[in-house]
């Protein structure tokens, strides 16, 4: 152990030693890490548990309550959708009574605090605004938490309020008066941020101060825990109930959250995961390996004066490993400390421009040791390769100062060329079952086969280089002669550019398919009104004209939900139309197909005008149909001699009674359609249906500018702020940032590794330049030297991952691109973004070029010529 121990003692003075090369390592490995620690703190920062979320939904309290109706609910409820109450059976709950109830089983000590939540209008300079309303006492410790309190107090009467901070902005201040929409005055007294929307425009009063007719939570306090038991008993009479304890400390068999469904990530997103942390290590290990490269350059006589004294071969690899060891293990603590705070600065930025409080740090601490771990492995990955070279030192030739020959192993060319087909075969053929998992594996072995290939594909170039000018000549034939640094560097080069091009294929592919899909909901620049109640049809239809006067709008209904509007849904006839199975003998296998339509509902109710707006076109068979009162269906095989052989399911009062089916054969026309309802009623005939019937939208068809539906939002909302206002702009997305952002990611990495290796080589080549001054060599040549050897560097590992990287690409966009909707047949899109690639591949080399002609010196150095 002697041996390994002056190992490390010599690893750590030379790092001290030759600062400059073990600060590069230092960062190579660090920035990585810094950046995986960053990632991982935030991910689960961000990733709220319901535990982590209790004080934003229910302050100090021991359980919020919320009364859903006089029948039992599932005692799998472990959390509801605070603010509503589901549809339930019976008489609704007083507060009276869910108070009684809490008492009655929770004990007569139970505090029971209302707090209700929802919306209001409220005057803001210009009109009016909808601000999102909390009816709770923050005077009680239950409440705390709930808020945060920014300055003044918490009201204390009902004509007293506390207004966020986007209201504080907008000139709301403590003093003054915030006016309702009916024009009722509250005293502003203090400012409140809520926690999961700290930009919102949000109001805080008492009980009763804003909100009418919105159902209540409760905040409970009972000083003891709220049991499992206390929650089964309290759902068995229509209460549902989160308790603190149970979600912390959920006993054994409690079921998940009603209604979310567990997100397992997929095996290719894993894939993915495993390819991008693959990834990383094996651009770390190719950059940081020519460092190590050429310090065992400048070690090289401390290596043979080891192996002069005795030292075996272990010991010249332990010294340089214990080199990669001592600066990964460095590296992996700075960076790490270094992600911590970025973390922090990242917390900070999302909280300030994510419209979100982070409650508390999650580390994962698990992470965090292996990702220390992979910075003392990539360490010694790196090392490794130099480590082997310092082994086989040739004592005579180091203390002489004779350098040894590059020479690539006969094998790796041939290993190469193996797992470069492996790679394209796996792509090929594992594209189909495992889909972007194949793509994935196939890159990762097509990647690791073009790093075997690297140093061969160097020493080919240098053969060719006879036709090029001097100084790239020279640089060229010096990359040869040193591939142990130069092949590093253009295989990392590579594997960044390939993966970068991967990923560019596959996005702009996915892309070019979502633009080749896009179906219009309304032809283009139209306008629909949504969420429109039956009262206020012509009050918002007036509104529009006033806005854009002449107008042509156009109203469509649609059949309502049965149990809306149903005073005793316990005692009701609930009806449902049913759509004839399609004739597969008549029709293409896009029968089996259907859909709810543009506008989210399955029929819709109007004249030929609607007919006009769902197809975007004047068609003369719907206008026809239409008008004579007949149904225009769009789904194939369900027409048949012209009658459409509907059903109306009739289901009686009481639980398990048999539908009643009731056949409902309409006059009716097919019309194909690429996207649109199953079929359009007129009106005459959805009142034979005898099902109940509201307002789908007002459809304005004339061609609105971004100013006037901008008024038409201002004028509706004034009339029922509730609605939601849309406008036909055609497919308007944008791929351009995303390429953007990788052509950046990929520029960044490409320079960082051509400048590095330039770096080390002209630290490492200045006896030739030494040579080079001593012939007579005019002052640039070195300048051009250095420009030739970043070019050499940048545009070798750019190609190379160009072209390791369009099969993949390929590859991942066939089942990124397949139709989702049978009526598709655009087929498989590939779609490679040229511009970028050839901005990287010519573009950035091309930069570092410059960069390396405006940063090096041109005077050429002298240095003490070597004995022997």
């Known amino acids: 152990m002697s041996g390994y121990r002056a190992a490390l003692r010599i690893a750590r003075r030379d790092a001290t030693r030759s600062k400059g090369r073990s600060a590069l390592v230092l960062a190579m490995i660090g920035v990585p890490v810094l950046a995986i620690v960053v990632l991982a703190v935030l991910a689960r920062t961000v990733d709220l548990t319901d535990a982590e979320r209790l004080g934003w939904d229910m302050g100090r309290a021991d359980a919020i309550v919320q009364a859903q109706g006089r029948e039992a609910v599932p005692a799998a ?25 809490l008492k009655a089983r929770l004990g007569e000590q139970t505090g029971v605090l209302p707090s209700r939540t929802g919306g209001a209008l409220v005057t803001v300079p210009g009109g009016l605004s909808y601000a999102m309303v909390r009816e709770v006492d923050l005077r009680e410790n239950a409440a705390r938490g709930l808020l945060r309190i920014d300055g003044g107090r918490p009201p204390a009467t009902t004509g007293e309020v506390m207004v966020s901070r986007t209201l504080r902005e907008r000139g709301f201040r403590i003093g003054t008066d915030l006016r309702t929409r009916d024009g009722a005055a509250k005293r502003i007294v203090g400012y409140v941020t809520l926690p999961d929307n700290p930009r919102g425009e949000f109001v805080q009063g008492l009980p009763g101060s804003l909100l009418r007719g919105v159902p209540a939570n409760f905040l409970v306090t009972r000083g003891s825990p709220v049991t499992w038991a206390d929650v089964r008993a309290l759902n068995a009479l229509g209460i549902a109930v989160n308790s603190r304890s149970v979600i912390e400390r959920p006993p054994a068999g409690v079921p998940e959250r009603a209604g979310v469904m567990e997100s397992g990530g997929s095996g290719a997103d894993t894939a993915i995961v495993a390819l991008v942390l693959a990834m990383i290590i094996l651009e770390v290990t190719l950059l940081a390996g020519p460092a190590f490269a050429v310090g065992i350059r400048r070690q090289r006589r401390l290596l043979a004066l080891v192996a002069a004294v005795g030292g075996e071969a272990r010991h ?15 590296a992996g603590a700075l960076g790490t400390l270094g992600g911590f705070g970025g973390a922090l600065i990242g917390k900070i930025l999302i909280e300030r421009y994510a419209n979100t409080i982070l409650p508390a740090w999650d580390i994962p601490w698990t992470w965090i040791a292996a990702i220390c771990l992979l910075a003392g492995f990539s360490g010694l990955a790196a090392a490794y390769l130099p480590a082997r070279q310092a082994a086989r030192t040739d004592v005579v030739a180091a203390l002489a100062g004779r350098r040894d020959e590059a020479r690539t192993a006969r094998g790796l060319p041939v290993a190469g060329g193996v797992l470069t087909a492996t790679g394209l075969a796996a792509t090929a053929v594992g594209i189909g079952p495992l889909h972007e998992g194949g793509a994935v594996i196939g890159t990762v072995l097509i990647v690791v086969g073009f790093v075997l290939l690297t140093p061969a594909a160097v020493g080919l170039a240098g053969r060719l280089a006879r036709h090029l000018p001097l100084p790239a000549r020279l640089a060229v034939r010096d990359a040869d002669r040193n ?13 960044a550019v390939a993966g970068i091009t991967v990923l560019a294929i596959g996005g702009n592919s996915d892309f070019a398919q979502r633009r080749a899909e896009y179906v219009p909901r309304m032809p283009m620049g139209s306008t629909v009104v949504e969420e429109l109640p039956r009262e206020r049809v012509e009050q918002t239809a007036a509104a529009i004209r006033s ?13 309502t939900d049965p149990l809306r509007g149903v005073e005793d849904p316990a005692r009701a006839v609930v009806k449902r139309l049913n759509t004839p199975e399609p004739d597969p003998s008549t029709c293409d296998p ?11 509902f399955e029929y819709l109710i109007g004249g030929p005008e609607l007919g006009r707006v769902v197809l975007g076109r004047d068609d003369p068979a719907v206008t026809a149909a239409l008008g004579a009162g007949r149904a225009v269906v769009f789904v194939p095989g369900v027409v048949r001699d012209g009658t459409a052989r509907f059903s109306v399911d009739e289901f009686g009062a009481g639980a398990g009674t048999a539908p009643k089916s009731v056949p409902f054969p309409v006059e009716a026309v097919y019309v194909p359609a690429i996207s649109g309802p199953t079929a359009i009623l007129p009106p005459a005939m959805a009142a034979r249906t005898g099902l109940a019937t509201e307002p789908a939208g007002l459809f304005v068809t004339d061609r609105l500018t971004a100013e006037q539906t901008r008024q038409v939002r201002e004028a509706v909302i004034k009339v029922a702020w509730y609605t939601k206002v849309y406008t036909e702009r055609g497919f308007h997305e944008s791929f351009g940032l995303i390429l953007l952002i990788l052509g950046a990611v990929g520029s960044i990495m490409v320079l960082g590794g051509s400048l590095i290796a330039t770096g080390l080589s002209a630290a490492d080549a200045r006896p030739d330049l030494a040579t080079l001054a001593a012939i007579g060599a005019r002052p640039r040549t070195r ?24 099969a993949p690409g390929v590859a991942v966009a066939v089942p990124l691109t397949e139709p989702t909707d049978p009526s598709f047949d655009h087929g498989t899109i590939v779609s490679i973004p040229w511009a970028l690639l050839t901005g990287v591949g010519v573009g950035v080399p091309l930069l570092a070029v410059l960069v390396i002609g405006a940063t090096t010196r041109s005077r050429l150095p002298m240095v003490r010529r070597l004995s022997g």
Do not use: N
């Open 77 to 101: 409820v472990l959390g509801f959708d605070y603010g509503t109450r589901p549809a339930g059976r019976g008489e609704p709950w007083t507060d009276a009574e869910v108070t009684g109830v």
């Open 316 to 330: 010249l690899r332990a010294v340089v490993l214990a080199s990669g060891a001592v600066l990964g293990v460095a």
């Open 483 to 495: 591939r142990g640094r130069t092949a590093p560097a253009v295989a990392a080069i590579m594997a």
């Open 547 to 559: 806005v854009v006067p002449g107008a042509d709008v156009v109203r469509a209904d649609h059949f």
């Open 590 to 600: 896009v029968c089996a197909y259907t859909t709810s339509g543009q506008f989210g």
């Open 783 to 806: 300048r051009l030297l250095l420009m030739a050897q970043a070019g050499f560097v940048a545009l070798l590992g750019c190609w190379l991952g160009i072209t390791a990287g369009l």
